[in-house]
């Protein structure tokens, strides 16, 4: 090892405070430590290579060492490094709010720019609230979302979002949030305590519970759901057929606002602009971040429908938000240049024409006695893993922490597979690799993820 090389480790185990990360798991050993990236792979600070099955967190969506997105960002940082849209504008936000809207279904043309996906949720609540107040229903300011889904880690994001142990620490959090079952249809018996249902109906029945939850609480009250188009957390919950319809009529019906949150599932990540275009509804607002620079700089944003922005076009109205980088001429010019790849390439007929190709490398793991279901769209998948196939028995927590945490994500990095081994619910391995992945990729992902689960298996 380098002296360099030694420094870094060094610096990362002295002074680094990593995110959402037992640092205790490096008391004996050095920090894993990635330095560079080319295409669906990346390679740590000692040169091994490691196939990204994560698009490094849903982001990388065209691959990782794209040289055109690093000019893009040099070029506009000469230009103009920094200026606020307080009251401002500047060309590369203006441009890519317009090329946004024109990608949009139905009329969500108001773009409202944060730094990242949890203020882009944090956006979306606020402007409900004052929404309301300004049409003359200041009682509504609740948000109904789904068990186990993720939204952020802002006040307002936190109490969204639905995984109690990651709230516990934080309370009390923004008050008004409510909390209803998600589309999980292979617990569906579970849940319902109704054997049988079919996707279809388990859906409806899922959807009729934010119908129930908008009474109890009083449709008065009531401003917002919030719901991922494939849910992340809990592993990759997709909607069964006519879930979000009966959730848009719902909507529709009680006057709250559809939030369609798309941190993850915008630009092509289920093989269409915005998730909500995959499933065939059409939201109120949209929240999105990750995928649209592809992660090569920091940007988030709330598309809005242009009602709601009616209220604030009159007199001495504004919407008192905002954040210093939010629109950043640099992230804003790097946007247009991915969504440039993206239409030159094709990336999403790209992912359209693999998904099923994708779901057939991992449903070949079915076999595997560890491996309960697998489900997601376009290139974002989940394998739940199960103590009993028959009785779909999960893992009590000293074995979901020892399986997860003491052997699986370890196993898989030496392998060479970065992806995400996740308990946030029932134990899940999480896969979603740039959007320029194909067979070769796949292949190697389901090779990798045999060896290991079956070591996984023999360990239990």
Request: glycine content about 10%; aromatic content about 10%.
């Amino acid at each position: 090892m380098t002296q360099p090389e030694h420094d870094v480790l060094k610096a990362a185990q002295d002074n680094l405070w990593l995110h959402f990360t037992r640092h205790s798991a490096y008391d004996t050993s050095e920090i894993p430590t990635i330095v560079r990236g080319e295409g669906s792979y990346v390679y740590d600070i000692h040169g091994k290579r490691y196939l990204d099955g994560l698009a490094g967190l849903f982001v990388v969506q065209v691959g990782h060492g794209r040289q055109e997105l690093a000019e893009a960002a040099a070029k506009q940082a000469q230009e103009l490094a920094f200026f606020p849209l307080w009251s401002y504008a500047h060309p590369k936000a203006a441009e890519l709010a317009q090329r946004l809207a024109s990608y949009t279904p139905g009329e969500l043309n108001r773009v409202f720019f944060t730094t990242g996906g949890g203020e882009a949720v944090e956006t979306a609540w606020k402007l409900a609230k004052q929404y309301y107040k300004l049409v003359g229903k200041p009682l509504k300011h609740k948000v109904i979302s789904r068990q186990i889904a993720y939204h952020g880690t802002p006040q307002g994001a936190l109490s969204i979002t639905g995984i109690p142990a990651f709230k516990q620490m934080f309370e009390p959090l923004v008050p008004g949030s409510v909390r209803v079952p998600n589309t999980n249809h292979y617990r569906a018996d579970e849940i319902t305590g109704v054997k049988g249902m079919t996707p279809e109906e388990y859906g409806i029945w899922a959807a009729d519970r934010v119908a129930r939850a908008i009474e109890m609480e009083g449709p008065d009250t009531v401003a917002a759901v919030f719901a991922e188009p494939v849910q992340n957390a809990g592993g990759c919950f997709p909607p069964p057929d006519g879930y979000f319809q009966r959730l848009r009529e719902i909507c529709d019906e009680y006057d709250v606002l559809l939030v369609s949150d798309e941190v993850i599932c915008a630009f092509g990540r289920l093989g269409t602009m915005f998730g909500g275009q995959k499933f065939d509804y059409v939201p109120d607002i949209i929240t999105c971040a990750k995928g649209l620079t592809s992660g090569y700089s920091p940007i988030g944003a709330m598309i809005a429908h242009e009602r709601l922005f009616e209220p604030f076009k009159d007199g001495d109205t504004m919407f008192a938000h905002g954040y210093t980088f939010g629109g950043h001429p640099v992230s804003s010019a790097v946007a247009l240049a991915n969504l440039d790849i993206f239409e030159r390439e094709d990336l999403l007929g790209h992912v359209t024409k693999n998904e099923p190709v994708f779901r057939q490398t991992l449903d070949d793991l079915r076999d595997l006695p560890i491996v309960g279901d697998v489900r997601g769209a376009g290139y974002f998948w989940g394998i739940e893993l199960v103590k009993d196939k028959t009785t779909k028995e999960t893992f009590d927590a000293a074995e979901s922490e020892r399986l997860l945490r003491g052997f699986l994500s370890k196993a898989l990095f030496d392998a060479g597979l970065y992806c995400r081994a996740d308990d946030r619910g029932d134990p899940v391995i999480q896969l979603a690799p740039p959007l320029i992945a194909g067979q070769k990729e796949f292949d190697e992902i389901g090779s990798i993820l045999r060896g290991v689960l079956t070591e996984a298996w023999a360990r239990l």
